[in-house]
Structures are given as structure tokens and as C-alpha cells.
């Protein structure tokens, strides 16, 4: 008899979810689907009614792992908005920040999976690795953003501090220095997740993959007029449920609705299609890797760090000490949609904003990369056993913060009230 696995909350990754999984007799799983349970903090909203150079400072704050990501989106977006065209190094020294930020990033997560992977007489190493890697990479995001964890000289306009040509050769040195760490680190690792034994086709799935640059982001490659977001109820409702036979498709509505109730985020489309973004998206649309599944997941993502090692020494030395790095601008907005596109560690992320004509924030919205990718982990863990689901997950190094939205809901009666959501 079929029955629903529940998993809550899933483990190694930031924030809190829950994984309800339909099984067969056989334990494999024929419907999965995967939600945010995180609690909002309603940061979307915070930032409506104040001056813009505020936003990237509080949306910075969506995420303690990711927060040069926000930043970036949200500069970029205020940038397009108000129509300010920034200095050729400031563009240079934003994209070295992020991908300092996409090795730092993408060494934590094998933190997160080394238990998964690594053997445990050589966890030690691989630990002692990975901190180095870290140190290293925090040390670029640190003197070209300010701070590492919230960089305070991304600005609108540009960047608040140009780097001396002392920097420029500390980065170099130090990048130079560790870089045959990352390629050691990332050969260890690829030979710890081959050697894995998975079912073959774990993880695999159809949908598209959705990606702007191979190591920044761009608003050129992506249409707002293809993405519409949906109610979870809605999604996981009507999309998922089984019917393969009435008694237990009856259950599995119930379950359904509950699960779209419970629910706080929003379910992004495009071409009204889930999708996958991240290392394996980028790596498929601009790096020729064509693998699918939970070790192509993980393979991407550790060769990525080499593309982003690799992206720092050449931008380097593309910097002139004594240029410019902020633009000359007035914050008074038209109204106008502006939008920023960043590729972060776990993909697209993009934010929107309007700036109107006396200077404050009007409209501001996010669609971060987990949001994008829920739908998809929950349909890439169908196929398999339920044991393997939790490493189908991992391998998508969720940020549920990141992606947590929320519907409003009576509490007595657990009657929804608003057919809208409480953003961010």
C-alpha cells in the first residue's frame, strides 16, 4: 500500500523545511515535493517608504551565507532604476567580490556534505582544507566589499573604495597561493563523489535550467515577462497528486492542502515551467557540462570554485588603482523597474525595484535562487528510494531564509484569509 514519507526538518542546509515524499510499496518515491517552513521576517517589506541607498543594507540581511549576493542584486536593480551607469573598475572589483564569494561559499557546503562523501580518515584533511580555502577567499571579500559577511563599500553608483595597488597584489598573491589548493581540493572531492555508490539515475529530471553569466549576472539574459510566481497551495494542490487509486489519492489531497498551507514561499515559473538554477545551470549553459543528477550537482559545484579562483586573477589585473568607482547620481526615481541579475553560489538571484519621483522606495521585490529551485528538488528526488532523498536535496545546497515567504492564515480556524503573500 502507498503511503507519505515525512521529513522535517531537513538537515545540513540553512534554514528549516520540510520533505513530503508518496511512496510505493517498493519505498520509491512516485511524488516528492519539498517546502520552506522558515519563519518571514518581512524584509521585502521593510525597505517600502525608505531612501534607496537603504536596501542593500537591509536586504543584505535576508542571508548570513549569502549576503554579498543580495547586496549585488540589490545595487544592481537600484542602479537600473535610476539609470546610473557605474565606472568601468567598480564592475570589476563587484564581480571579484562575488566570485571570492562563490569559492567561500561553495567550500562551506562541502563542509556541509563532507559526512556524505568524504572517508573518514581523511575528514581531517579535507576540513583543514576547506578552512584555508575559506580564509583565503574571505580575505578577497573582505578588502574589496568592506566586510565579508555584510560589505558595507558595495554602494549605489558603484563602490565606495577602489582597492591600492598594495591590494591588488595581496589578492594576487594570495589567490595565486591557493589556487592548487582548490584544484588538489576539488580533484579529492570529485574522486570522494564518483566513487559514491548512487543509483545512476539519482537526482536526474527534465526541467530547463535557468542561468544570466558564467561568473556574474546579467539582466539582458532573462525575462521578466516569462516568470510568474504561484501560491503554493495552488502548486503543490493541483500539480501533485496522485491518483492511482481513490482511496489514497483522497489522502494525498489532504496532504496536498495542508502542505500549501504550511508553505512560505511563493513557487517561481518560467515559460511556466519549474527550473533549476546554480553551479550545474551555469556550468550546463556556458561551460559545456552536460551531466544531470545529484553527482553532477556536486561536480559542478566543485569545479566552479576553480572557474571563480580563475576569474579573480584575470580581473585582477585588470584594475587601475586610481580610477574611479563611484558614479555621479541623484536618487530621485521615476518609477522605473529596475532590475538586478546576480549568479550566486546557489543560482539566479533577482531582485526588482522602483524608486519614485521624490526619492524613496516604492516597489521592491526578490526571487532568489532556492525559490527557483524548490519545485525542482522535490520532483528530482521521484524515482528512487526515499532513503536517497535527503542527498538529492544536499546536492542543491538550499537557503531557505533566502526564499521565505508566507500566506496569512486564522488561527483558530486555519482558514487562509488572504490569497496574497506576505513577502520576505
Not at 576569474?311 to 529596475?338: C, H, W, Y
Not at 535527503?390 to 537557503?399: K, M, N, Q
Request: hydrophobic content about 35%.
Amino acid at each position: 500500500m502507498s503511503k507519505t514519507i515525512t521529513i522535517s526538518p531537513t538537515s545540513r542546509q540553512e534554514g528549516h523545511a520540510t520533505l513530503s515524499l508518496e511512496v510505493d510499496d517498493e519505498g520509491i518515491v512516485t511524488t516528492g515535493r519539498y517546502y520552506s517552513i522558515t519563519p518571514v521576517r518581512g524584509i521585502e517589506k521593510m525597505v517600502i517608504g525608505k531612501r534607496p541607498e537603504s536596501a542593500p543594507v537591509i536586504v543584505q540581511r535576508i542571508c548570513g551565507v549569502c549576503p554579498v549576493t543580495h547586496t549585488l542584486a540589490s545595487v544592481e536593480a537600484i542602479d537600473d532604476s535610476l539609470k546610473i551607469e557605474i565606472p568601468k573598475t567598480a564592475q570589476i572589483l563587484r564581480e571579484m567580490c562575488l566570485n571570492a564569494h562563490m569559492v567561500n561559499s561553495h567550500a562551506i557546503h562541502h563542509f556541509l556534505v563532507a559526512p556524505d562523501f568524504v572517508p573518514s580518515e581523511d575528514y581531517k584533511q579535507v576540513v583543514k582544507n576547506i578552512s584555508e580555502i575559506r580564509k583565503q577567499a574571505q580575505f578577497v571579500e573582505d578588502v574589496i566589499g568592506g566586510e565579508g559577511i555584510h560589505p558595507s563599500d558595495i554602494r549605489i553608483g558603484g563602490m565606495a573604495h577602489n582597492i591600492t595597488k598594495n591590494t591588488k597584489n595581496k589578492i594576487k598573491t594570495r589567490i595565486n597561493g591557493v589556487i592548487k589548493l582548490i584544484e588538489q581540493h576539488v580533484e579529492q572531492m570529485t574522486k570522494y563523489v564518483e566513487a559514491k555508490e548512487f543509483p545512476e539515475d539519482l537526482g536526474k529530471h527534465a526541467q530547463p535550467v535557468l542561468a544570466t553569466s558564467n561568473t556574474y549576472g546579467s539582466r539582458q539574459n532573462i525575462s521578466l515577462s516569462s516568470i510568474n510566481e504561484i501560491m503554493p497551495n495552488s502548486w503543490y494542490a493541483d500539480k501533485y497528486t496522485s491518483q492511482e487509486d481513490e482511496e489514497f489519492a483522497e489522502e494525498t489531497k489532504k496532504t496536498a492542502k495542508k502542505i500549501g498551507k504550511t508553505a512560505c514561499s511563493q513557487i517561481p515559473l518560467y515559460d511556466n515551467t519549474p527550473v533549476e538554477t546554480g553551479p550545474r545551470a551555469r556550468a550546463n549553459k556556458y561551460r559545456k557540462f552536460k551531466d544531470v543528477g545529484v553527482k553532477a550537482q556536486h561536480l559542478a559545484r566543485a569545479q566552479e570554485m576553480i572557474n571563480s579562483a580563475e576569474r579573480i586573477l584575470e580581473l585582477v589585473d585588470k584594475i587601475d588603482p586610481s580610477a574611479q568607482t563611484m558614479a555621479k547620481f541623484n536618487l530621485e526615481g521615476t518609477d522605473r523597474l529596475g532590475v538586478g541579475v546576480i549568479e550566486g553560489p546557489r543560482g539566479t538571484n533577482l531582485h526588482t525595484a522602483k524608486i519614485s519621483s521624490d526619492g524613496f522606495i516604492s516597489e521592491y521585490n526578490c526571487i532568489v535562487p532556492t525559490t527557483w529551485n524548490i519545485p525542482t528538488m522535490g520532483m528530482a528526488t521521484e524515482g528512487n528510494h526515499y532513503d536517497y532523498a535527503p542527498d538529492v536535496i544536499r546536492a542543491y545546497d538550499p537557503c531557505l531564509s533566502c526564499a521565505t515567504h508566507m500566506i496569512v492564515v486564522d488561527d483558530e480556524s486555519k482558514e487562509v484569509l488572504k490569497e496574497d503573500m506576505v513577502q520576505l
